[in-house]
């Protein structure tokens, strides 16, 4: 049974393994230095997901291939878990007669309308949200061991299932805080479903709940969330806990009865599902009683199910108990997200499957079917269902392919969401589409003006269209709302520079250095800045120290040019061709083979410029300062054939050739020597017809045997 449920959850999934990195992924994966390596994992908040990614990166790097396939298998394995823990119970001396024959059947439904169910998507299929599949799972294995510990005979074995109870809490803390609440969920269920009471429960298991409460709140502790969430003058900055300004513990609560309205009503029907909801803060009454009446109706239920069915008051409150520290009083940045559903969802769905198989038998007798009629008809009722689902899983999963796709699917349904405008922007942006990027970078701005990393983004667009005073206001307007900003600081830096106000410049670049001095950006922009002060000794220090952060190939191929540009206007020219040539193999640039080229024509070495020059023509033909370098350097020689001729199918390398004759010409012109003079233009047109400077300097010496072409 449990294979079905893995097939089940591999055809669902199977359309997310191509998909790419979206949103946050884009910083916990690309973008997190973390993950290259397995230092300091464990100083993490969540150091079993930064292992796991750092794992995925060691195996593949960046390819998210990898990334969605450990989602897929955490989710699978979490779905059998589930399957044990309900088949198990289900078992258990006092529900075995009412389920006799059942209990896996049951299970097998419940586990794999579960596992298909569109509304897990979002804590599987994109990548960041593996935290939450990972306390799921640790979660259902800290109550599968607690059923296993309590029901061997062997004490060797009930050792064994202790430690996993344990070690299941700690690597459930270790992966997301909402794991605090395992401890309540197995005393719960210790005391319903085994133990069968309290005094049983203390008198029996006391160390064990000791020990898991001291084990959580050490790691909470350690881990830093008791701080970080508990702490109300804690600095600002954070995403979540007491410290939080932008909402209040109490708005929160208000704000929370609708959205977990929202979640019940996805579990019963998944549509529309929606990434980032952008929810408002609940401040009416219209949005906070109807709900309130609605939740405090569901909470007296389950309630009312405690006292006179505790088994089923159990996964009720199971529900509510998994989306506390989310969805009552503690604040978070994000008001809705429906990876919070995940677990809960389980708790649902086992509700309304346990539910309905209750009732079975009794319906069967009224209606005088036979048990095969009714195992048929069930039986189609869950295929209809689980396929429904599933497919619904398999159509959202390509919302993720990428992070155009997804935004879209946002703007679908919330198309007053000025982060999804910015995303679209960022997206639209990285895809070379500029006014499509700006007008949704300006309607993110006309709905929120306090987005200041889309007013960066927007600046960073217009100074491509040089509108660097239009580009200015918004980096500093960026700065303004956020100070400790790195990317607006940097941005004004280097858009100042270009206005040519170095000092405040200067000012906004050193800060960027402070706020991020592990980023070898920062480093590199401020020696920009120092270079464009003509400060140049100081540029290369700052350059030097870029490089010493050992910065990716793109960053540090721009900060080998720039130390080359630094170290050639100190007169340095060696070491200037050693750092562009550092540069031009890290990154093949046409402008900086142009620049070794010219430092070593400059310095008389004709024959080591020439294949610099040629390099540049091959990356791109046209590039005119290689061109005109080249036919000077070809020029020079005097007879430009022997040394044109090895190139003469790279593109562009014609061009230069025939410039060079050219130059020859006018050379022999201006010494006298008319003869050598036609004989160059000559040549130059044979080389390329359509030269049209060499035909006008024939024409000249034959109208007046001397004189300079015009035009």
Known sequence: MPLLIVVAGMLVYLNALPNGFVFDDMRTVVGNSEIRSFDGILRDRRPVINFLMAANYAIGGENPLGYHAINVVVHLMAGVVLFGLIARTLKLDHLRDRFEGRAEWIALVAALLWVVHPLNTQAVTYVTQRGESLMGLFYLLSLYSLNRHATTRSRLAAAGWAIAIIGSLGLGMASKAIMVTAPVAMLLYDGIFLARGVRPLLRRRWWLYGFLVAVGAILLVVTGVAEGVLNP?????????????????????ATQLGIVMRYLRLVFWPHPLVLDYWWPVARTAEAIVFPAIIIGLMLIGTAWLLWRRPA??????????????????????????????????????VLVVVGVAAVLPRAREKLGWTHARM?????????????????RTIVRNLDYRDQETIWHSVLAERPHNPRAHSQVANAYAHRGMDREAIAHYTE???????????????????????????????????????????????????????KGEIDEALEHLRRATQLDPDNPVGHNNYGRGLFAAGRYRAAERSFR???????????????????????????????????????????????????????HLQEGRRAEAIPHFVAALRLEPAHERAINNLAIALGQSGDPDPLATPYRDVPGVVRAWARAYEIVGDEHRRGGRLAEARSAYTRALQIRPDQSYARQALDALDGAGSGSPGG
């Open 233 to 253: 003058k804690r600095s600002a900055g954070g995403t979540v806990g007491f410290s939080l300004q932008s909402i209040t513990p109490l708005e929160y609560a």
């Open 312 to 349: 089923a008051g159990f996964v009720a409150l199971m529900v509510f108990l998994v989306l506390a520290p989310t969805s009552t009083i503690v604040p978070i940045q994000d008001l809705a997200n429906e990876h919070r559903m995940y677990l809960s969802t389980a708790g649902v769905i």
């Open 375 to 391: 195992w048929w008809v069930a039986t189609g009722a869950v295929a209809v269902v689980a396929v429904s689902l599933g497919v």
């Open 444 to 498: 993110a701005l006309l709905i929120e003006p306090s987005l200041w990393k889309a007013r960066s983004n927007l600046g960073q667009t217009l100074l491509k269209y040089n509108s660097v005073d239009a580009a200015v206001k918004l980096f500093r307007d960026a700065v303004e709302l956020k100070p400790n900003f790195f990317e607006a600081r940097t941005n004004l830096g280097d858009a100042l520079v270009t």
């Open 545 to 599: 120290r870029a490089i010493d952060l050992e910065p990716g190939p793109d960053v540090a191929a721009t900060v080998h040019r720039n130390l080359g540009n630094a170290l050639n206007a100190q007169g340095r020219s060696r070491q200037a061709i050693a750092a562009w040539t550092t540069s031009f193999e890290l990154v093949p640039d046409p402008s900086v083979a142009n620049n070794i080229g010219g430092l």
